[in-house]
T-cell receptor
Framework: DGGITQSPKYLFRKEGQNVTLSCEQN?????MYWYRQDPGQGLRLIYY???????QKGDIAEGYSVSREKKESFPLTVTSAQKNPTAFYLC????????????FGDGTRLSIL | GENVEQHPSTLSVQEGDSAVIKCTYS??????FPWYKQELGKRPQLIID?????GEKKDQRIAVTLNKTAKHFSLHITETQPEDSAVYFC?????????FGKGTSLLVTP
């Protein structure tokens, strides 16, 4: 599914550093989501956005920030306040929020140096 | 908020056998239930979904059943093949966001 592009594929963070994960979609979807995936934990929602210039916290938003300045873009910043950032991060989009199929990107694997 | 429980966490079957994965949810307002398949290191991919106004849906070897009264739904894979080996996630949505189960690692042995 080439409709959602995440970059980079791998990312390394130093102590005290903020890093930004990119997510771009060309599906003309209104809603976009960020999930964190840890082994044995499933997918946990970090932030979601229904429309441009609006976003809501998910279950594990602490230590993360997002912006939605354009419909096709929803970048995620992992701040230095996130003490355990090592995980697989997945971005998704859907036509409308909630009860619609979500399409996922290929993910970004973030590790600590 | 919504809580989705998924069982079993691991499942091993022989090729040709059936596999069943079960999920329960807590929010009676949930009305959309997708299932995703994720191969190692890859993105989750939607394999089938069901809405609350339907009790069963089938797509070739895959079927999903929903019991709204009991608040549980199940994935059934028949005639399993080695390429069905992956992690499967159920999810439930009440219209705001998807809440995922923790996943079932399915291994189909030849």
């Amino acid at each position: 599914d080439g409709g959602i592009t995440q970059s980079p594929k791998y990312l390394f963070r130093k102590e005290g550093q903020n890093v930004t994960l990119s997510c771009e979609q060309n599906l003309n979807h209104d809603a976009m989501y960020w999930y964190r995936q840890d082994p044995g934990q499933g997918l946990r929602l970090i932030y979601y956005s229904q429309i441009v210039n609006d976003f809501q916290k998910g279950d594990i938003a602490e230590g993360y920030s997002v912006s939605r300045e354009k419909k096709e873009s929803f970048p995620l910043t992992v701040t230095s306040a996130q003490k355990n950032p090592t995980a697989f991060y997945l971005c998704a989009s859907s036509d409308r929020q909630g009860n619609q199929p979500q399409h996922f990107g290929d993910g970004t694997r973030l590790s600590i140096l | 908020g919504e809580n989705v429980e998924q069982h079993p966490s691991t499942l091993s079957v022989q090729e040709g056998d059936s596999a069943v994965i079960k999920c329960t949810y807590s929010d009676s307002a949930s009305n959309y239930f997708p299932w995703y398949k994720q191969e190692l290191g890859k993105r989750p991919q939607l394999i089938i979904d069901i809405r609350s106004n339907v009790g069963e849906k089938k797509d070739q070897r895959i079927a999903v059943t929903l019991n709204k009264t009991a608040k549980h739904f199940s994935l059934h894979i028949t005639e399993t093949q080695p390429e069905d080996s992956a992690v499967y996630f159920c999810a439930a949505s009440n219209g705001y966001a998807l809440n995922f189960g923790k996943g079932t690692s399915l291994l189909v042995t030849p």
